[in-house]
């Protein structure tokens, strides 16, 4: 494999291609149509947040003073490329994301002045740091996008009294095992329309009335994710593993929420801060808990189920796609900044370390270990897609 085609391959292979997500893994089925929409749609969102994630290095790299030998949309083998100046804009034959080829990026023309390996450490942690930066930015303008539209949140102290709040529900979040709500068929991911006859729309009253009225039994009517309607009957009774009474179901109150222009934005800003500490602390968790010898969550996923992810939300609505989308750039973002070889954060740790040591690593060195950086995540992306398969037959 020559130097060239393996740089276009560890970059296609370092972007989007896990994320953690808390979706149950329910039963789809795909006819052929739906299937081709599917992946078609889901190479489309990798191609905008790869594209988008290598633009920032592109953009940041061209401030500094840096030569881009290249920038192209998809990957190799070129289509046609057209010159300007001393860049070739190319449009390449596999539609997935785009790439940046700088001079000097992998230690060599060290003396010329245009060179990657020739500017000031902040300069090149600069460009290392901007793809991700984009990643952040495009998930912010996502959110907000969502937000004037009227996008899917959890309606509490969160939201603001600015908000038009439209389709709010009762939404089931989590059912206990083996609980009278599990037994009586509930699941995560359905709507209670009813307790008793009487429509509540407020999580607290709600719970309120449960602990109240669950010794004697409640009527539930409750909403299917495929919008059918059933009425279960549910008692309370000790769950097992706790020393609680209940039926045995956790659940909040969502709805479409949309603001004003300038609120939108506010709130898209500080949606995408929340949700990149939720994925930092769920990827965390994951590395302390493989640490520990646990195994693998069952949440984290490869290219397979974010595709069978994208389907499913895709027939939800546009405004899921955006949130969707959001969620995926922000893992994208996050998953490239961990100091991991081959990734832009462990180019950023070797630059740390030259900070701190006042000269460079030995680049035979770091080359080593970036190559087996890759392969591990090669043999990441490989079990987590063997694992999405095997589900898929599940």
Not at 26 to 48: A, G, H, K, P, Q
Request: glycine content about 10%; proline content about 3%; hydrophobic content about 50%.
């Amino acid at each position: 494999m020559n130097k060239n085609f393996r740089s276009y391959f560890t970059t296609i292979f370092r972007k989007a291609f896990f994320v953690l997500h808390l979706a149950d893994h329910t039963e789809n089925r795909y006819d052929l149509r739906t299937m081709i929409m599917t992946i078609l749609l889901f190479v489309l969102i990798l191609s905008v947040l790869v594209f988008v994630h290598e633009l920032g290095h592109f953009l940041v790299a061209r401030a500094c003073g840096m030569h881009v030998e290249e920038f192209g949309f998809g990957f190799p083998p070129r289509a046609f490329g057209i010159k300007r100046g001393k860049t070739i804009y190319s449009i390449n034959w596999i539609p997935i994301g785009g790439f940046v080829r700088i001079k000097g990026e992998n230690g060599t023309d060290k003396l010329d002045h245009d060179s990657f390996s020739s500017k000031k450490p902040w300069q090149r942690f600069l460009v290392l740091i901007a793809g991700v930066t984009m990643n952040f930015f495009l998930a912010a303008v996502l959110l907000s996008i969502g937000f004037m539209i009227g996008l899917p949140s959890e309606i509490g102290s969160n939201v603001s009294g600015q908000a038009n709040i439209s389709d709010s529900r009762i939404a089931v979040m989590e059912v206990v095992a083996d609980s009278p709500a599990a037994r009586a068929g509930i699941e995560r991911g359905d709507s209670i329309v009813m307790f008793d006859g009487r429509v509540i729309d407020d999580a607290e009253q709600a719970r309120d009335y449960l602990v109240r009225r669950t010794a004697e039994g409640v009527d539930l009517v409750v909403l299917k994710k495929d919008e059918s309607q059933k009425m279960v009957r549910v008692v309370a009774e000790p769950l097992k593993g706790t020393t609680m009474i209940g039926i045995g179901v956790g659940f909040i109150r969502t709805g479409l929420v949309s603001y004003p222009f300038h609120l939108a934005i506010a709130h898209g800003v500080s949606a995408t801060i929340q949700m990149t500490g939720d994925i930092f602390r769920a990827f965390g968790g994951l590395i302390l808990g493989l640490f520990y010898g646990q195994p693998m969550d069952a949440s984290l996923s490869g290219p397979v189920g974010i595709a069978m992810m994208t389907g499913q939300v895709a027939a939800m609505g546009i405004v899921y796609l955006l949130q969707f989308a959001a969620i995926l750039s922000i893992n994208l973002g996050v998953i490239n900044i961990l100091p991991f070889p081959a990734l832009d954060g462990g180019r950023i740790f070797f630059l740390i370390i030259e900070k701190l040591r006042g000269k460079a690593v030995n680049q035979r060195f770091e080359i080593i270990v970036n190559n087996l950086g890759f392969l591990m995540l090669m043999a990441l992306v490989m079990f987590v897609t063997v694992k999405d398969v095997m589900g898929l037959f599940k």
